[in-house]
């Protein structure tokens, strides 16, 4: 049993999802994020497996997605890089937000996410020491060279890519290399390339730093969550935190 809430954390709506009658115990937390024209709702079977496993999860919904979405989807199209870049810098308001109203064991905070949140959660990993592991599923840190064939911005819109510099992993594999990381993509996928999971696989390999990496693929999958996907995240949360 669980039980699932919606509320405001920081300012912005969340889905809470927790085992049955523990709101207020101290329990690991999974900052679960979504993917990009999607929301926290599409996603929620997330918090579901999540919290059935004995963890307190929370599912923010990104700017300009479900709760926050303006209505005006071509719009939105054009700020896929400005709104990475806001979901990664968020991370640090809802955790605040969260610690504030309930407790929470500094030591089992764990990030994940599913195509853009699956870069959400490799951006938070690479510049917040505190998360104790990530799952990152069909996604890519290699923000400013996928930038050129995902979203391309617009001339006006180069800026918001190019804001995300300091945050692309290629100059920080040290900070995913130091804690466990959980990487998952369908080989067939036709939006992130799977070979971007490949490629930051091989970086983290040849720098000695694949020790706590688990990297898994599934053959002739597009780009959606399977069923072996979900069970992978949730045993890798439930084993690491």
């Known amino acids: 049993m669980i039980e699932m ?12 999802a ?30 579901v497996a999540l919290a059935q ?3 307190r999860v929370i599912m923010p919904d990104a700017e300009q997605h479900g709760s926050r979405f303006d209505g005006d989807d071509t719009a939105r199209l054009y700020q896929f890089w400005s709104i990475l870049k806001q979901n990664i810098d968020e ?3 809802l955790h605040q937000a969260l610690c504030e109203r309930y407790p929470v064991d500094e030591h089992r905070v764990a990030v994940g996410g599913a195509s853009m949140g699956g870069m959400t959660a490799l951006g938070i990993m690479a510049r917040y020491p505190q998360v104790r592991c990530v ?17 391309p911005p617009r001339i ?5 890519l190019n804001a995300l510099a ?10 995913l290399g130091n804690r466990p990381l959980m990487l998952w993509h369908g080989e067939e996928d036709d ?24 990297c898994l693929r599934e053959p002739g999958v597009k780009h959606r969550i399977t069923p072996s996907a979900l069970t992978a995240t949730s045993r890798f949360f439930n084993t690491n935190l």
């Open 5 to 16: 809430y919606t509320e405001q954390l920081g300012g912005i709506e969340v889905l809470h």
């Open 18 to 47: 927790v085992p049955a009658g523990k709101k207020e115990n101290t329990l690991p937390v999974v900052f679960f994020y979504h993917g990009f024209t999607s929301s926290k709702l599409v996603y929620s079977y997330f918090a």
């Open 53 to 55: 496993a004995g963890m």
């Open 91 to 93: 991370f640090s308001l």
């Open 135 to 151: 799952a990152c599923l069909m996604g890519s840190g290699y923000f400013l060279s996928l930038g050129k064939t995902l979203f």
């Open 156 to 160: 006006e819109e180069i800026e918001s």
């Open 166 to 175: 300091g945050y692309d992993i290629s100059h920080q594999l040290e900070s």
């Open 191 to 214: 939006v992130v390339p799977a070979a971007e999971t490949w490629r930051l696989q091989q970086a983290m390999i040849e720098k000695g730093l694949d020790k706590q990496l688990i």
